[in-house]
Protein backbone atom coordinates (compact mmCIF):
# COMPACT_ATOMS: atom_id res chain seq x y z
CA UNK A 1 0.00 0.00 0.00
CA UNK A 2 1.67 3.65 -0.93
CA UNK A 3 2.68 5.94 2.05
CA UNK A 4 0.00 7.97 0.87
CA UNK A 5 -2.62 6.18 1.87
CA UNK A 6 -1.46 5.16 5.17
CA UNK A 7 -1.12 9.45 5.76
CA UNK A 8 -4.73 10.09 4.46
CA UNK A 9 -5.92 7.16 6.76
CA UNK A 10 -3.91 8.28 9.90
CA UNK A 11 -5.16 11.80 9.04
CA UNK A 12 -8.32 11.20 8.88
CA UNK A 13 -8.70 9.01 12.33
CA UNK A 14 -6.15 11.92 13.62
CA UNK A 15 -8.60 15.01 12.39
CA UNK A 16 -11.91 13.24 13.56
CA UNK A 17 -10.09 13.27 17.00
CA UNK A 18 -9.26 16.43 16.93
CA UNK A 19 -12.79 17.79 16.10
CA UNK A 20 -14.17 15.50 19.33
CA UNK A 21 -11.29 17.23 21.65
CA UNK A 22 -11.95 20.39 20.52
CA UNK A 23 -15.94 20.31 21.07
CA UNK A 24 -15.58 18.85 24.49
CA UNK A 25 -13.17 22.02 25.76
CA UNK A 26 -15.69 24.56 23.72
CA UNK A 27 -17.82 22.87 26.22
CA UNK A 28 -16.20 23.30 29.49
CA UNK A 29 -14.34 26.32 28.44
CA UNK A 30 -16.13 28.14 25.69
CA UNK A 31 -14.07 31.44 26.40
CA UNK A 32 -10.34 29.80 26.17
CA UNK A 33 -9.06 27.74 23.10
CA UNK A 34 -8.64 24.81 25.61
CA UNK A 35 -9.42 22.36 22.81
CA UNK A 36 -6.24 23.36 20.80
CA UNK A 37 -3.92 23.45 23.52
CA UNK A 38 -4.88 19.71 24.87
CA UNK A 39 -4.64 18.38 20.94
CA UNK A 40 -0.95 19.87 20.78
CA UNK A 41 0.30 19.06 24.15
CA UNK A 42 -1.12 15.67 23.98
CA UNK A 43 -0.18 15.13 20.28
CA UNK A 44 3.74 16.76 21.28
CA UNK A 45 3.82 13.78 23.93
CA UNK A 46 2.79 11.05 21.88
CA UNK A 47 5.23 11.90 18.91
CA UNK A 48 7.97 12.06 21.49
CA UNK A 49 7.06 8.99 22.96
CA UNK A 50 6.86 7.35 19.70
CA UNK A 51 10.27 8.76 18.44
CA UNK A 52 12.61 6.09 20.35
CA UNK A 53 10.58 3.20 18.71
CA UNK A 54 10.24 3.89 15.10
CA UNK A 55 12.90 1.71 13.90
CA UNK A 56 12.00 -1.22 15.16
CA UNK A 57 8.89 -0.71 14.20
CA UNK A 58 7.28 -1.96 10.24
CA UNK A 59 7.65 0.95 8.04
CA UNK A 60 4.29 1.78 7.15
CA UNK A 61 4.17 3.28 11.42
CA UNK A 62 5.38 6.49 10.72
CA UNK A 63 3.08 7.79 7.60
CA UNK A 64 0.58 6.59 9.21
CA UNK A 65 1.01 7.37 13.22
CA UNK A 66 3.42 10.49 12.99
CA UNK A 67 2.59 12.18 9.48
CA UNK A 68 -0.78 10.98 9.19
CA UNK A 69 -2.78 10.21 12.78
CA UNK A 70 -0.73 12.66 15.15
CA UNK A 71 0.12 15.48 11.91
CA UNK A 72 -3.89 15.42 11.91
CA UNK A 73 -4.45 15.16 15.58
CA UNK A 74 -2.12 18.50 15.92
CA UNK A 75 -3.62 21.54 15.27
CA UNK A 76 0.19 24.17 15.06
CA UNK A 77 -2.19 25.60 12.47
CA UNK A 78 -4.84 26.73 14.71
CA UNK A 79 -2.42 27.79 17.12
CA UNK A 80 -1.03 30.19 15.67
CA UNK A 81 -4.94 31.23 14.65
CA UNK A 82 -5.43 31.58 18.24
CA UNK A 83 -2.97 33.44 19.17
CA UNK A 84 -4.12 36.21 16.31
CA UNK A 85 -7.56 36.11 16.69
CA UNK A 86 -6.85 36.93 20.55
CA UNK A 87 -4.33 39.49 19.42
CA UNK A 88 -7.03 40.90 16.84
CA UNK A 89 -9.39 41.23 19.94
CA UNK A 90 -6.99 43.23 22.09
CA UNK A 91 -6.92 40.08 24.45
CA UNK A 92 -3.37 40.59 24.66
CA UNK A 93 -2.34 38.78 27.90
CA UNK A 94 -4.86 36.02 26.98
CA UNK A 95 -2.93 36.11 23.74
CA UNK A 96 0.41 35.40 25.71
CA UNK A 97 -0.32 32.46 27.41
CA UNK A 98 -1.91 30.66 24.88
CA UNK A 99 1.21 31.35 22.77
CA UNK A 100 3.35 30.45 25.87
CA UNK A 101 1.36 27.48 26.64
CA UNK A 102 1.36 25.85 23.65
CA UNK A 103 5.31 27.12 22.92
CA UNK A 104 6.58 26.05 26.22
CA UNK A 105 4.11 22.96 26.90
CA UNK A 106 3.91 21.23 23.86
CA UNK A 107 8.78 21.05 23.88
CA UNK A 108 8.41 19.61 27.05
CA UNK A 109 6.12 17.22 26.85
CA UNK A 110 7.33 16.06 23.35
CA UNK A 111 10.88 15.98 25.28
CA UNK A 112 9.23 14.20 28.37
CA UNK A 113 7.23 11.33 25.78
CA UNK A 114 11.03 10.93 24.42
CA UNK A 115 11.99 10.97 27.99
CA UNK A 116 10.04 8.11 29.04
CA UNK A 117 10.12 5.67 25.85
CA UNK A 118 14.09 5.98 26.07
CA UNK A 119 14.02 4.65 29.37
CA UNK A 120 11.55 1.70 28.15
Not at 77 to 86: E, M
Request: charged letters at 10%.
Amino acid sequence: MSEWIYVAMGGAGGSLLRYAVTLYALSIADNWPLGTAVVNGLGSFLIGLSLPFLARLPVFVHPLLIVGFLGGFTTMSSYAGDVVKLIAEQRYGTAAGVWALGAILCVALCGLGYAVAARA
